[in-house]
């Protein structure tokens, strides 16, 4: 069991907008101060243990696990002249004119809360010495809230809203096979159901109601080694992921979103998205005293609804090396 409180003070800007390729016009900054403090509870307990069965040793876990953060957040909010992209030094404060809390307008987030718990249980069977099986299951629960209401310096009240939302009894059930091919080299394949909560994304109209959380299921297949004596670890891995009903921007309701106010308002489920493609990877001690880890990962995402890619933003192809 743990229990952590946190609490913060902080401010911070950031630019907002379209440039004009031409004039270079059209960043506005905004800023603001934020008070939060709140905590965050987490519980787990397992039993765990082996058992025989038809001349073999399997393990098995089963469990129960409890996780909640709340906290209560505070902003002011405040707003710049424009700022020119030839010029964006202008786009900050300096210390002696960084406006003073509370601003004209701020808001006060409170509650949010988020509460997860459910029940696990996982086994590992060894089917011959080289084959194993492994599969699981969570069978949980998860509540949200949020409320948060816009007040004057004075403290009256300007608009108010909240959302709540609860999905129970959600069954997540995952699976895997393991074959090792020699001491060193171990073939897999492994598959897993998603659940993604989205409550914090209203889908219109204003004032919104949650959006369904995404839906899916993930694939695998790969194989891992050891070389050099073991002081080299290598893995290649192929997947494929499918998720359902990933929050979009909605554009029927133009103005609904205001990223001065935070407002999440309002997005579409936008249909099935999957991502596949070859994960590469190798890791470990390749020369005395010199540690080194590289990866290639080919990426291919697409929205199958709409026969575009999902994001545009994720990398096709990613080399990372360390060293």
């Known amino acids: 069991a ?15 907008g379209a440039v004009d390729p031409v004039t270079l016009d059209g960043l506005s900054y905004y800023g603001s101060y934020n008070w939060s403090e709140g905590y ?14 038809f001349g073999r040793e399997h393990e098995i876990v089963a469990g129960f696990d409890y996780a909640k953060h709340s906290a209560d957040l505070y902003r002011g909010e405040f707003s710049g ?29 409170h509650p949010y809360e988020e509460t997860r718990y459910g029940a696990y249980l996982r086994g590992r069977f060894q089917i011959t010495d080289p084959l194993r099986l492994i599969v699981g299951a969570r069978y949980g629960n998860y509540d949200y809230s949020f409320h948060r209401a816009a007040y004057f310096r004075d403290g009256s009240q300007i608009w108010s809203e ?6 129970n009894g959600v069954f997540t059930p995952f699976g895997a096979i393991t074959y090792d091919f ?24 204003e004032p919104g109601t949650p959006l369904d ?11 891992k080694g050891q070389l050099l004596d073991g002081r080299l670890n290598t893995g290649i891995a192929v997947y494929h992921t499918t998720r359902n ?5 909605d554009p029927t309701y133009t103005g609904a979103y205001d990223p001065v106010d935070g407002s999440s308002c309002c ?10 493609g070859i994960d590469l990877e190798v890791s470990g001690e390749v020369l005395d005293g010199l540690q080194v880890f590289a990866g290639y990962t080919l990426n291919f995402n697409k929205n199958e609804v709409e026969n575009v890619r999902y994001s545009a933003i994720t990398p096709k192809h990613l080399f990372k090396l360390w060293g």
Request: no cysteine.
């Open 182 to 205: 020699t001491d060193q080299w171990t073939g897999y394949a492994s598959f897993a159901e998603i659940y993604l909560s989205q409550a914090r994304y209203l889908q219109g109209p």
């Open 267 to 276: 997005y579409t489920a936008s249909g099935e998205v999957v991502s596949r």
């Open 40 to 53: 965050q509870v987490q519980f787990d307990t397992h039993v765990d243990g082996t058992f025989e069965l």
């Open 245 to 249: 009903g990933e929050a979009v921007y």
């Open 162 to 167: 909240g959302n709540d939302f609860n999905d």
């Open 213 to 223: 959380p995404i839906t899916g299921r993930t694939y695998e297949i790969g194989l």
């Open 81 to 109: 002249a424009s700022v020119n992209l030839n010029d964006l030094s202008s786009s900050y404060w300096s210390s002696s004119d960084t406006p003073t809390f509370p601003s004209d307008t701020y808001m006060n987030f």
């Open 2 to 16: 743990s229990y952590v409180k946190h609490k913060y003070d902080a401010k911070y800007g950031y630019l907002y």
